[in-house]
T-cell receptor
Framework: EPEVTQTPSHQVTQMGQEVILRCVPI?????FYWYRQILGQKVEFLVS????????KSEIFDDQFSVERPDGSNFTLKIRSTKLEDSAMYFC??????????????????FGPGTRLTVL | AQKITQTQPGMFVQEKEAVTLDCTYD???????LFWYKQPSSGEMIFLIY??????QNATEGRYSLNFQKARKSANLVISASQLGDSAMYFC?????????????FGTGTQLKVEL
């Protein structure tokens, strides 16, 4: 069964450093997302991406964050200058379609296993 | 703005018994989708079940079913015949079907422990 993959599984970095989190969405999916989950808290939306551009972003997704689809398979999240409060589990997700489609199963977002980011 | 409320931070159930995990939501949208995800201790998020706001029947997926009561704005997850492997955190989430964005809004989760 196709799945979303993420690398690395765990990233440790120093405050102020840049990190790039990588994701390979399910191959026929067109919509891509990043979410984060601070330890013990709920999952929060960061950004959605479709047709090579951001379709929506949250207040968390400030100028320190950027996303890119550098080729036909990868989807990346870059944090330019990490802060202590960026420590969290980062989940990539993908869906075949977006909202408003006839068949809801194609709207479902499938998540990757996550990258645990620790900022020291 | 949309909001998901899960009022049970922790639940215990005996193996082979059924358990209901509560989820209520608040939205002004007429069309929306409701989702349940399972997060085991290993951390991944596993999609379980989906319910559309206009679906006339409650969704079912194997041992999972969704008790959808639109007038009460509740979408409770029912797990039948609980297994030890069901022990995990369970999140309810909502996404508008039209308008707004594709983002999922999650609840705070319910930690389920299945006991022998």
């Amino acid at each position: 069964e196709p799945e979303v993959t993420q690398t690395p599984s765990h990233q440790v970095t120093q405050m102020g450093q840049e990190v790039i989190l990588r994701c390979v969405p399910i191959s026929n999916h067109l919509y891509f997302y990043w979410y984060r989950q601070i330890l013990g808290q709920k999952v929060e939306f960061l950004v959605s991406f479709y047709n090579n551009e951001i379709s929506e972003k949250s207040e968390i997704f400030d100028d320190q964050f950027s996303v890119e689809r550098p080729d036909g398979s990868n989807f990346t999240l870059k944090i330019r200058s990490t802060k202590l409060e960026d420590s969290a589990m980062y989940f990539c997700a993908s869906s075949e379609r977006g909202r408003g489609r006839r068949y809801p199963s194609t709207d479902t977002q499938y998540f990757g296993p996550g990258t645990r980011l620790t900022v020291l | 703005a949309q909001k998901i409320t899960q009022t049970q931070p922790g639940m215990f159930v005996q193996e082979k018994e059924a358990v209901t995990l509560d989820c209520t939501y608040d939205t002004s949208d007429q069309s929306y989708g409701l989702f349940w995800y399972k997060q085991p201790s290993s951390g991944e998020m596993i999609f379980l079940i989906y319910q559309g706001s206009y679906d006339e029947q409650n969704a079912t997926e194997g041992r999972y079913s969704l008790n959808f009561q639109k007038a009460r704005k509740s979408a409770n997850l029912v797990i039948s015949a609980s297994q030890l492997g069901d022990s995990a955190m369970y999140f309810c989430a909502m996404r508008p079907r039209r308008g707004g964005g594709n983002k999922l809004t999650f609840g705070t989760g319910t930690q389920l422990k299945v006991e022998l």
